[in-house]
């Protein structure tokens, strides 16, 4: 079964405007971080935010936020006031505490920013 | 910040010949690296987990074989593709957990296969 799920393969955003990223997850593990990264063309993998599985409040990072619904198991990334640098894949990911630290990746989403 | 360092960024080889991938934590200790494989417009998918001192850990329908990992000190670990054939062109990727937390990532491998 899919850990993690991005049910978005390409998303197009106007600069300026906020745009969602959506990531589902599946665990039975209490206790397990979320990531997403950012991979440009070069394919370097940029860290953008993280969340943890007991954290109460949803966590922030300049333009990125992440809206956890641990209910739904659902972890979705809001970046605000697109630029046309945030062009680029965009991966959730998933690290559960029983299973040595491994991070395993979402099917990554493809963002265009248009001007 | 914590820094890996994997080399080389692209590397062109013959058919049959294998190929070995290093990556270096720079500024702190690892006791652990994971390798990944990223074939274009897709995932990053775990393949092993390397122990350093000891054997690497690999994913259900890696072949042991066939992706040699060696992981002989604190800082470095190298992932070596024996006998490589073109379905094994792909972008290969490793990463480190650094004290303060989270991954730190290399910046990749591109091995074309001809």
């Known amino acids: 079964a899919q850990k993690i799920t991005q049910t978005q393969p390409g998303m197009f955003v106007q600069e300026k405007e906020a745009v969602t990223l959506d990531c589902t997850y599946d665990?039975?593990?209490?206790?397990?971080?979320l990531f997403w990264y950012k991979q440009p063309s070069s394919g370097e993998m940029i860290f953008l935010i993280y969340?943890?599985?007991?954290?109460?409040q949803n966590a922030t990072e300049g333009r990125y936020s992440l809206n956890f619904q641990k209910a739904r198991k659902s972890a979705n990334l809001v970046i605000s006031a697109s630029q046309l640098g945030d062009s680029a894949m965009y991966f959730c990911?998933?690290?559960?505490?029983?299973?040595?630290?491994?991070?395993?990746f979402g099917q990554g989403t493809e963002l265009s920013v248009k001007p | 910040g914590a820094v890996v360092s994997q080399h080389p960024s692209w590397v062109i080889c013959k058919s049959g010949t294998s190929v070995k991938i290093e990556c270096r934590s720079l500024?702190?200790?690892?006791?652990?690296m994971f390798w990944y494989r990223q074939f274009p417009k897709q995932s990053l998918m775990l393949m092993a987990t390397?122990?350093?001192?000891?054997?690497?850990?690999?994913e259900q329908g890696v072949e042991k074989d066939k992706f040699l990992i060696n992981h002989a000190s604190l800082t470095l670990s190298t992932l070596t593709v024996t006998s490589a054939h073109p379905e094994d062109s792909s972008f290969y990727i490793c990463?480190?957990?650094?004290?303060?937390?989270?991954?730190?990532f290399g910046s990749g491998t591109r091995l074309t296969v001809v």
């Open positions: 990463s480190a957990s650094p004290p303060a937390g989270g991954y730190t």
């Open positions: 665990t039975s593990d209490p206790s397990y971080g």
């Open positions: 969340q943890g599985s007991y954290d109460q």
């Open positions: 990911a998933m690290r559960e505490k029983n299973q040595g630290g491994k991070l395993i």
């Open positions: 500024d702190f200790q690892a006791t652990t």
């Open positions: 390397s122990n350093e001192g000891s054997k690497a850990t690999y």
